[in-house]
């Protein structure tokens, strides 16, 4: 499997951007599809999570309220919409693919390359 994030940018605080994880190949319904970010300097982050087969998600609380989790079978596609954003919120966001319903970034075995996301106060 593999994955390929797009749809970063830079976009003011208070806006909103949708990310795009589009995965190659099947997705097992037990599938675990989580979006991570990492600023720099700082370690590899949970944002947020969903079951391929439930569609039932997970976020971080930095993010709750805020972000929403989706995904599109058809397309073999995950999203992360991400509104109000906040300067914190600046990062590489990673999609990753895993089996576990996990926080932990060493759960996923599976990752995409990153988009930057730039939130200007």
């Known amino acids: 499997v593999q994955l390929q994030a797009s749809g970063g940018g830079l976009v003011q605080a208070g806006g909103s951007l949708r990310l795009s994880c589009a995965a190659s190949g099947r997705i097992y319904s037990s599938a675990v599809m989580g979006w991570f970010r990492q600023a720099p300097g700082k370690e590899r982050d949970f944002v947020g999570l969903?079951?391929?087969?439930?569609?039932?998600?997970k976020y971080a609380d930095s993010v709750k309220g805020r972000f929403t989790i989706s995904r599109d079978s058809a397309k073999n596609t995950v999203y992360l919409q991400m509104n109000s954003l906040k300067s914190e919120d600046t990062a590489v966001y990673y999609c990753a693919r895993g089996v576990d319903w996990s926080t932990s970034a060493r759960d996923y075995r599976h990752w995409g390359q990153g988009t930057l996301v730039t939130v200007s106060s």
């Open positions: 969903i079951r391929w087969s439930r569609d039932s998600t």
